[in-house]
């Protein structure tokens, strides 16, 4: 390689982050948690593939929409021309795969999926072009209790996840023959206001006018404040769905205010909507949105299906976890096996096994690109990786069938900080030990905290 250019490093693709291992513990407790609590609601999961054909999303989402419109990765298989795209959200493709393997056939179906999405936006705090979502889908189900069942499991998961900065903001947007009594007012009003509407929302003021309301404009707050309520033209059972939902979560001492302008990006959504916002996370305070989709089943040529569902921002949750100082258990194991000559190495595998066996986890030093095979080096290394113990194995135990076992984590001036044990006997007495003492050896049952 000397005499060559050295070879040029290429780099990710912006907006699309790595996750690093020190952030894998943080992102394991929070799956860990949706997890059980999804589980709790008797919600199953569903893993449907990263690419749809773009006609999926173009008919789900609507044409007039920041996704379809701007945000999709969209490209030709050049094998067969097929026109794909990287799911931008996951509603679309549950909703797919539940027709398409007839799911619900036997009955209502609570389903929830975790996973990356992909929109070309611009990078920012919150705002990635790879990112994850977690979300539920609960298809086939009338509500309006499904409604304030799903609203409750996203409150469980804050509380479980000890966020408790997150508030909840709820809307009915009535069904299609409401929203276009109030599409006909609202068309008027932003008319007798044009001045006021910026370039997009001109755009949109025939083809999307609802989501006008949605702007996040300074300019236009005040305007869009005082434009016609869809609240008010909702018909008698939009109202009774909607006041079935509210009754549910007040029972439940759910807290929420009602935002008359919450509207939700995507087309298909129709009465509940809601979104769990926070103060925390400057512009990109939403971490959760959802709402019923009742139509979106019929337009995808299902038999009418109603359904309901959220999908909330995973990495704009983590950072709140961050942000909130919850302990959390960082990358460490239990033992270190420390080993000097081939005899010990071999040795050494065999005990590194056993103490798995065992239930513990166990790091066993490998020989390294950058040295470190002395044994102070190794030593050090043991130190570092956060291990309660170093199992210690030299020429002089395998002579003797022995191994040293060091407390790497024992009280300054301790008596017994380090032992010499049958070699047979080392599995019982690090269990011994780490159970007696109270250690954490269990990372993945027990309780686990986080701490930044
Ligand atoms: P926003 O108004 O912030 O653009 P959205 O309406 O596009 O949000 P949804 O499509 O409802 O968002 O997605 C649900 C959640 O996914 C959002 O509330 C947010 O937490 C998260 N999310 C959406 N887009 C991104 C992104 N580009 N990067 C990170 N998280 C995102
Ligand atoms: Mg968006």
Redesign the pocket.
């Known amino acids: 390689m000397s005499e060559q250019k050295k070879a040029e490093k290429i780099v990710g693709v912006k907006g699309m982050n790595d996750i690093l291992p020190a952030d894998a513990p943080l992102w394991e407790l929070f799956e860990n948690t949706v997890h059980s609590v999804l589980k709790s609601y008797g919600f199953q999961q569903i893993r449907t593939p990263i690419v749809e054909p773009t006609a999926l999303f173009a008919r789900g989402l609507g044409a007039v929409t ?2 379809v419109e701007k945000e999709m990765y969209s490209f030709t298989d050049s094998m067969n021309g097929d026109q794909l795209t990287l799911r931008p ?1 996951n509603t679309a493709g549950v909703v797919r795969a539940a027709l398409e393997h007839n799911l619900t056939y036997d009955g209502p179906k609570r389903l929830w999926y975790v996973g990356p999405m992909f ?1 070309h ?1 611009r990078p920012q705090r ?4 790879q ?1 994850h ?1 977690v979300g539920a889908e609960a298809v086939g189900f009338t509500g309006p209790d499904v409604d304030a069942e799903l609203i409750m499991m996203c409150q469980r998961l804050w509380d479980d996840l000890g966020l408790s900065d997150i508030r909840l903001e709820l809307n009915s947007i009535g069904n299609a023959e409401e929203r276009n009594k109030h599409r006909v007012d609202l068309i008027a009003y932003f008319e007798q206001h044009k001045e006021l509407l910026d370039t997009d929302a001109q755009r949109r003021l025939h083809a999307n006018p609802l989501r006008i309301l949605d702007t996040k404009n300074p300019t236009m707050q005040e305007m869009v404040n005082a434009a016609p309520k869809l609240l008010d033209y909702l018909g008698e059972e939009s109202r009774a769905h909607f006041e079935g939902v509210q009754k549910i979560l007040n029972h439940n001492n759910i807290p929420f205010t009602i935002n008359p302008r919450l509207v ?2 995507m087309d298909y959504y129709n009465r509940t909507v809601f ?1 769990w916002v926070t103060d925390q996370l400057g512009s ?1 305070g ?4 959802g709402g019923r989709y009742d139509p979106l089943i019929e337009m995808f040529g299902g038999k009418p299906t109603p359904a309901c569902g959220f ?3 995973v ?2 949750i983590l950072e709140l976890m961050k942000a909130s100082g919850e302990q959390y258990a960082p990358n460490q194991c239990d033992v270190y096996v420390v080993h000097q000559g081939e005899a010990a190495q071999l040795q050494s595998f065999v005990l590194a096994e056993r103490l798995r066996t065992a239930g513990l986890d166990v790091v066993l030093h490998c020989a390294s690109a950058n040295g470190g095979g002395s044994f102070k080096a190794q030593m050090k290394r043991a130190d570092g990786s956060g291990a309660a113990f170093a199992v210690i194995i030299g020429e002089d135990e395998v002579t003797a069938n022995t191994a040293v076992v060091k407390h790497l984590r024992a009280e300054e001036g301790a008596e017994q900080n380090q032992v010499s044990v049958e070699f047979d006997a080392v599995v019982d007495y690090v269990v011994d030990q780490i159970v007696g003492h109270g250690h954490d050896h269990d990372h993945d049952h027990d309780h686990v905290h986080y701490h930044p």
């Open positions: 920041d996704i959200e929109r936006e919150g705002r990635y072009r990112f979502q939700r990006g979104e990109q939403t971490v959760c949105g999908a909330m921002g990495e704009r």
